[in-house]
Structures are given as structure tokens and as C-alpha cells.
């Protein structure tokens, strides 16, 4: 988080780890809970065995993280070599939630919902790809 520096954590209180919920059905990646907590999940080691298909926009989004995705008749499978899983999860959904935390609070709503769900993710996502250009443009801080 000093990477992308102070401003990006204001206001913000912790940042869980936990196990996803068993029940749940997809990808339980991170939630922003507000104010100012985000719940980052566990997830199972690669490959990733996925029933039907992801959108179009979430395979580039795995694609553009390192992910190798092959695509079966009814099925996925997602392959994540070396550290690209953890960078996916510590660059694109950690940065996707804090991308949701700068909407709410520099709002100055800490509990009421400032956008509609389809714009909150969309800002949330390109606060992530611009978070995702820095860390590729500065990789050798982290090599």
C-alpha cells in the first residue's frame, strides 16, 4: 500500500483476510464493507476449476493479470503461473476495492451508497487498471 501511497488509505480501517463462504456460488474475490473495511478471500491454489464461462470482461481481466484461461464445452479451467495469482489478488482486487472505499469516502457518504452499482464498478475498475499500469511501469520495486 506505500506504493500507491497515503492518499489511496485514507480513511480506510483494515484490510481482512478471510475464507470464502462455502455456500457461495462464482468467484468470491473481495467486498468493500463500508466505511472503510474491505474482506479480501481466500482462494484455492491454481489451476482454477470453474463451471460455464466467465463475461467476456472478467476472462481479459484474469487474461490482462497473467491467467491462461481454457475454455471447455461447459466448464473453465484458469492457470496461474508463478506470482500472478497473488499480484491478481494484491494489485487488481485489492485495488478494485480501494477504488470503491476513494468513491464512498471522498463522497463524504460512509454508509449510504454514493452511485448507481453499475457506475461504482465501473470507477472501481478503472482505479484498478490505473493501479495495474503503475505496479507493471515500477515492477522492478517489487522483483
Not at 484455492?44 to 476472462?59: D, F, N, V
Not at 491478481?88 to 482486487?93: C, P, S, T, Y
Request: charged letters at 30%; glycine letters at 8%.
Amino acid at each position: 500500500m506505500r506504493f500507491f501511497g497515503e492518499g489511496y488509505v485514507y480513511g480506510l480501517r483494515s484490510i481482512d483476510l478471510r475464507q470464502a463462504d462455502p455456500g457461495s456460488e462464482g468467484l468470491q474475490l473481495g467486498r468493500l464493507i463500508v466505511p472503510g473495511r474491505i474482506e479480501l478471500y481466500e482462494q484455492r491454489a491454481s489451476p482454477w476449476y470453474l463451471a460455464g464461462r466467465l463475461s467476456a470482461q472478467e476472462s481479459r481481466r484474469l487474461e490482462a493479470a497473467g491467467a491462461r484461461l481454457d475454455q471447455g464445452e461447459s466448464s473453465l479451467v484458469v492457470t496461474w503461473p508463478e506470482r500472478a495469482l497473488e499480484e491478481f489478488l494484491l494489485i487488481d482486487v485489492l485495488m478494485h476495492e480501494v477504488g470503491h472505499h476513494l468513491l464512498q469516502h471522498h463522497k463524504g457518504k460512509r454508509l449510504a451508497r454514493v452511485a448507481r452499482t453499475r457506475d461504482h464498478e465501473s470507477f472501481a475498475e478503472r482505479f484498478a487498471r490505473r493501479c495495474r499500469a503503475r505496479f507493471e511501469n515500477h515492477r522492478e520495486l517489487f522483483d
